[in-house]
């Protein structure tokens, strides 16, 4: 029954989706450059001990994997937060805090999973299936949670016996897997919780290879080896601490001197240089995630809260900002400020994954004779002013003047506003903005990367645009647990999400992570993180 609606459903939608969408596309183009994720350690020799010091390219938000919005908290939480599944360097989910993957119930509305026994939180608190609901738990209600929308139409959590946790839904919801490989699957010590409460982040305990130790706002962050982790014997550094360097060319000198011996999002104008630094090593992967513009269209009491109509012509116009759209040139601005290390995006669809097609990836040409006919349409004086924050780094600033540029062919006068990133990541919550230059880091399923955004009422819905179609076939997708159905519905959101345009993607970069060759173990998959907790000095470093 389920199917015969669901394929009832997609024909429904396809035709309100489809609607009105035409435009010319071509395929996006993906630029060839080898991945290089790292090495696990193995059997490698290491020098047991020590103090890694990494380059943290921004300050992350909280350290609460509940309310966090930041990718700089996922790469410190990875050593110090352990999550119910991973993904690996293939894309593939695998058990962590969980013991083997959850079993599905036949009619999809009970999610099993089966989780770790005789382990402890870094606090000495035993780690059991009440622990692993009171998260989960306080993911999917705590009040502006952002994991609530990720973790889908929950009806309830349960404990069924001491090894297994169930988690109970309205609908079925395929993409929980995934969100328990991400912040929704961190499990926080209970007693941490209590004791702490809305202020959990400012001293996280969790289950990891290592433990936090202190913060210094806009400074760094210290973390130490945790000797209550259940594979204690193979973490090796005593500390890492995570030093706040938002000046990549800064890193770059860091990393070249030996003060730091790893380093996050490398720009692509060092990186060639960096490569021919015999005691470092690149790694590189590509993106699941994207770049672009937030556009707000109803963002005015708060994202999540309910919509409100901006009387601007790029908000309550779609031509308008098809408009902008079209004014982009992708392909040209990657060469330009990227050399080619990054890629165009147009759509939340990453290439090179299951749910890639031709279409779902396709991008729009650019075309600013177009773009000006349709401002002429929407009865917009040219050139149309649009007001845009970007973070104060020297890539996103060249980025913003070389898309000035591209704009203004197309008839805006783009107004370009530098701002820190931890007040962006404010300034997209609470709808204080007009245009934000901001990416995502992206997740292994599509829905964390298009619902998140785009569904009506959701936490992350940072530009406030409400469309019950496009809800509703990011419902269905949702419900699928066929990989084609889902895949067909993805085509058709990206259709109308091409045409409505409530967020304009421009680029995908690639993760480039630079490390001292003192060091090895280190690992940077497809979902951005840096991993840390495992890697080592080798054997031989001096000093």
């Known amino acids: 029954m389920f199917v015969r609606f669901l394929r009832l459903a997609i024909a429904c939608l396809v035709a309100v989706l489809l609607a009105s969408c035409s435009q010319a596309q071509a395929p996006v183009e993906i630029t060839t450059h080898t991945d290089d994720y790292g090495t696990p350690l193995g059997n490698q020799p290491v020098r047991e001990g020590g103090d890694l010091m990494m380059g943290l390219s921004n300050d992350p938000d909280k350290l609460d994997p509940s309310t966090s919005t930041s990718l700089y908290m996922r790469y410190v939480m990875s050593t110090v937060c352990e999550k119910l599944y991973d993904n690996d360097s293939s894309g593939n989910l695998v058990p962590q805090l969980a013991t083997a993957m959850p079993t599905v119930s036949p009619d999809g509305l009970s999610v099993t999973i089966p989780i770790r026994t005789g382990i402890q939180f870094a606090d000495g608190t035993p780690f059991t299936a009440t622990a692993v609901q009171t998260s989960l738990q306080r993911h999917w209600t705590l009040e502006g ?111 070249r001197s030996g003060e730091i011996q790893v380093a996050d999002t490398m720009s692509p104008r060092d990186i060639d240089t960096l ?46 900002r098809l408009a902008f759209s079209l004014s982009v040139d992708r392909k040209k601005l990657v060469k330009d400020v990227f050399q080619d290390w990054y890629e165009p995006a147009c759509t939340p669809i990453a290439p090179r994954t299951s749910y890639a097609t031709r279409s779902s990836t396709a991008c729009p040409l650019f075309d600013p004779a177009r773009s000006r006919q349709l401002l002429t349409d929407a009865g917009v004086q040219t050139p149309y002013p649009v007001t845009m924050q970007v973070m104060n780094v020297q890539d996103q600033l060249q980025y913003a003047q070389a898309l000035q540029a591209s704009v203004a062919e197309g008839g805006f006068d783009l107004k370009i506003v530098p701002a820190e990133y931890s007040a962006m990541l404010d300034a997209q919550k609470k709808g204080t903005y007009e245009a934000l230059l901001l990416g995502w880091s992206g997740r292994l399923d599509p829905d964390a990367n298009i619902a998140r955004f785009l569904v009506t009422g959701s936490n992350g819905n940072y530009s406030g645009y409400n469309s019950p179609a496009l809800d509703e076939v990011l419902g269905w997708a949702a419900h699928s647990n066929s990989a084609a159905q889902r895949g067909a519905l993805y085509e058709q959101a990206v259709r109308f999400i091409s045409r409505e345009n409530p967020y304009i993607y421009t680029y995908r970069l690639r993760n480039l992570t630079v490390h001292s060759t003192w060091v090895a173990g280190i690992e940077v998959y497809a979902d951005g993180a840096v991993r840390l907790g495992k890697a080592a000095f080798v054997a031989d470093r001096k000093g």
């Open 145 to 255: 949670s952002q994991r609530t929308g990720e973790m889908g139409p929950i009806s309830g959590i349960e404990v069924d016996d001491p090894t297994h946790v169930v988690i109970k839904y309205h609908e079925p919801f395929a993409p929980i897997t995934a969100a328990l490989a991400d912040r929704a699957g961190m499990i926080m010590s209970p007693v941490a919780l209590k004791e702490a409460g809305k202020n959990f982040g400012d001293n996280p305990v969790c289950v990891g290879p290592f433990k936090f130790v202190k913060r210094v706002p806009q400074t760094s962050i210290t973390v130490a080896r945790d000797p209550l982790y259940y594979d204690a014997q193979n973490v090796h550094f005593d500390t890492i601490t995570y030093r706040i360097m938002a000046d990549p060319k800064a890193r770059a000198a860091a990393l």
């Open 275 to 320: 490569t021919k630094v015999p005691q470092l090593r690149v790694l590189q992967s590509g993106s699941f995630g994207f770049q672009g513009l937030y556009l707000n269209i109803g963002n005015v009491d708060g994202a999540g809260k309910p919509v409100k109509q901006i009387n601007t012509a790029i908000a309550r116009d779609a031509r308008v």
